[in-house]
T-cell receptor, first 112, second 112 residues
Framework: SQQGEEDPQALSIQEGENATMNCSYK?????LQWYRQNSGRGLVHLIL?????REKHSGRLRVTLDTSKKSSSLLITASRAADTASYFC????????????FGKGTTLSVSS | DGGITQSPKYLFRKEGQNVTLSCEQN?????MYWYRQDPGQGLRLIYY???????QKGDIAEGYSVSREKKESFPLTVTSAQKNPTAFYLC???????????FGDGTRLSIL
């Protein structure tokens, strides 16, 4: 059961540029989370935004949430080569009552 | 340092064989999860446990089994009934349901 879908599937940018990834979901949520995965490694939690929040910042990361459109975006400013990774959104799918549901991810490649 | 340890990093299974993947956490988290990751598929939930001695099936539980006899441990057995076990397996834990998850570095399982 795929709840969140990231867009685009892949993104290639130059160092110093901003990277924007989007996540759309289908059912009501309590919170939405973004994770990062370096190749061959486990996921790392980046940021959690609650359904009553519209925007949240953490360092070079900015997350927005629009519950009316059932969508979220992750902006990475001034990208670095070290930001190269896959990024996943995860939602709690309130009605499912089980565990977080992860999307398929956006693969970001930052070249120097 | 607190974290999640998965072992082994690489595992090979012969036809008809059961294999067990280990997952140990020292974060004092109540909830633990097993995911399967195939290329381009994102994460799919196999089993999760909210508390010791209790666990629930996820989206793709067929051919897998788990136990949760201790808070720190949540081993996953890939049985011979799982006909396509080749994948990257990730274990995670969280303080509670829908809270940020901490991941191990995965076990890559292949068929001999």
């Amino acid at each position: 059961s795929q709840q969140g879908e990231e867009d685009p599937q892949a993104l290639s940018i130059q160092e110093g540029e901003n990277a924007t990834m989007n996540c759309s979901y289908k059912t009501s949520i309590n919170n939405l989370q973004w994770y990062r995965q370096n190749s061959g490694r486990g996921l790392v939690h980046l940021i959690l935004i609650r359904s009553n929040e519209r925007e949240k910042h953490s360092g070079r990361l900015r997350v927005t949430l629009d519950t009316s459109k059932k969508s979220s975006s992750l902006l990475i400013t001034a990208s670095r080569a070290a930001d190269t990774a896959s990024y996943f959104c995860a939602t709690d799918a309130r009605q499912a009552g089980t565990a977080l549901i992860f999307g398929k991810g956006t693969t970001l490649s930052v070249s120097s | 340092d607190g974290g999640i340890t998965q072992s082994p990093k690489y595992l090979f299974r012969k036809e008809g064989q059961n294999v067990t993947l280990s997952c140990e956490q020292n974060l004092n988290h109540d909830a633990m999860y097993w995911y399967r990751q195939d290329p381009g598929q994102g994460l799919r939930l196999i089993y999760y446990s909210q508390i010791v001695n209790d666990f629930q099936k996820g989206d793709i539980a067929e051919g897998y089994s788990v136990s949760r006899e201790k808070k720190e441990s949540f081993p996953l057995t890939v049985t011979s009934a799982q006909k396509n076990p080749t994948a990257f397996y990730l274990c995670a834990s969280s303080i509670g349901q829908f809270q940020p998850q901490h991941f191990g570095d995965g076990t890559r399982l292949s068929i001999l």
